[in-house]
């Protein structure tokens, strides 16, 4: 199937083309067929003519004026009296009538056959377009060729669409399944833990109810989580922006993660500027920062290092987070930042977590009008670069 449309006419020019060519083409076959018949014509009455008389007039049609009188009565002669006849009766406007007649049919038909293109596209594309309003989104709509180039254009960016669409709907029903079991997991627990309790099982004692509360606390989390990202999606995550210190900021969210990092051997060095100011939501940044500083135990304490650059220009602020764990499959890092993904290895069920973070992150970045990137780095394992403007009002985003 033909996705490109470069090199075709523009509907403009498609039309122009159809219409010049019909209105040439037909005065052309008039003018042909009288030209012809009058071809014919006299040529039928030269062979008539006698030889010496075939001379005397190829001469006077050279110089009428010579011999007036005799060059008229030649022609009434051989070509008859009605041959200078004006009316409209005439042979001739007959013939002129007949032809017009039998060429209307003939530019009717080939005006059809042009457009015949434009309307099978639009018919193939009213037939795609009803199919995807049905809800079938793996339907394609094929190109015609010889359609002006708009047209292509536009089947082109319809099945990019479709296109989208149906990997919407794949990643909406498996983010759908995810959720499911993210939120199935901790009320299947608290409740199992619950039931043994009113069934005497369990004592109903401080332990039991601490084991339900943290499940509890797991689904509450993953509810805000969601919540956040719902937020996110509608373009109404509101971030309260505050003319801080960034540096000062990271810092103090290294020392809070600092204690866990070393119960998995692991240590993080930090390289920045004394001040850094920006104009950010420090609560959010700083869950940022938590974000990759957690996934970085979780998924690289074998490397034993986190490596957090800030680098401070005039227009930008951008943090780096490179560690040196087992990093991830290249074909994974598109996926990295969408809902419930994880990597088979290294982003399992085991490890914790439920697959939102990156999400969350990626989300607060937008919020902030910057990004973030992940790349497998030079040295191994993974590498996240958030890039923040740095000079913005402060407002809400």
């Excluded at 060059?71 to 017009?100: K, M, P």
């Excluded at 669409?165 to 029903?173: G, S, T």
């Excluded at 998924?299 to 780096?320: C, E, K, M, R, S």
Aim: aromatic share 10%; hydrophobic share 45%; proline share 4%.
């Amino acid at each position: 199937m033909k996705l490109t449309y470069e090199g075709k006419l523009s509907l403009w020019g498609w039309i122009s083309a159809r219409i010049l060519s019909l209105a040439i083409g037909t005065i052309v076959l008039i003018a042909f067929c009288m030209w012809l018949r009058f071809a014919l014509w006299n040529f039928w009455v030269y062979q008539q003519m006698p030889e010496t008389v075939r001379q005397e007039f190829s001469l006077l049609q050279q110089n009428p004026e010579a011999n007036w009188d005799r060059y008229v009565r030649l022609v009434e002669q051989y070509y008859g009296h009605t041959f200078i006849n004006t009316s409209v009766a005439t042979v001739d406007w007959l013939i002129l009538l007949s032809l017009i007649l039998v060429a209307i049919p003939i530019i009717v038909w080939l005006g059809l056959y042009g457009i015949k293109p434009l309307a099978r596209q639009f018919i193939s594309l009213a037939r795609t377009a009803r199919t995807v309003a049905q809800g079938n989104f793996t339907v394609q709509c094929p190109q015609i060729d010889r359609i002006p180039s708009e047209l292509a254009g536009l089947v082109y960016d319809f099945n990019q669409m479709t296109h989208r669409l149906e990997q919407y709907e794949q990643k909406l029903r498996t983010s759908n399944v995810a959720m499911a079991h993210e939120l199935r997991s901790p009320i299947t627990a608290a409740m199992g833990r619950l039931q043994g309790i009113l069934d005497g099982v369990f004592e109903p004692s401080a332990e039991h109810l601490q084991q339900v509360m943290r499940q509890l606390s797991s689904l509450n989390v993953l509810i805000n989580d969601l919540h956040l990202l719902s937020l996110a999606n509608a373009g109404q995550l509101t971030v309260l922006r505050q003319h801080i210190n960034l540096s000062q900021l990271i810092r103090e969210r290294i020392d809070w993660l600092s204690p866990y990092a070393a119960t998995k051997a692991m240590v993080f060095k930090f390289t920045s500027p004394a001040e850094v100011w920006g104009n950010v939501d420090p609560e959010r940044i700083g869950q940022i920062c938590l974000i990759l500083m957690d996934n970085a135990v979780r998924y690289a304490a074998d490397g034993g290092v986190l490596n957090i650059t800030v680098i401070d220009d005039p227009v930008h602020i951008l943090l780096q987070f490179v560690d040196h764990g087992p990093g991830v499959d290249p074909a994974y890092l598109d996926e990295m930042f969408e809902p419930f993904s994880r990597e088979e290895v290294s982003r399992n069920r085991q490890s914790g977590g439920s697959g939102l973070g990156l999400s969350i992150a990626q989300a607060i970045c937008q919020a902030h009008g910057g990004e973030i990137l992940a790349s497998l780095s030079s040295q191994g394992g993974m590498c996240f670069e958030i890039n923040l403007p740095k000079v913005l009002p402060v407002s809400n985003c």
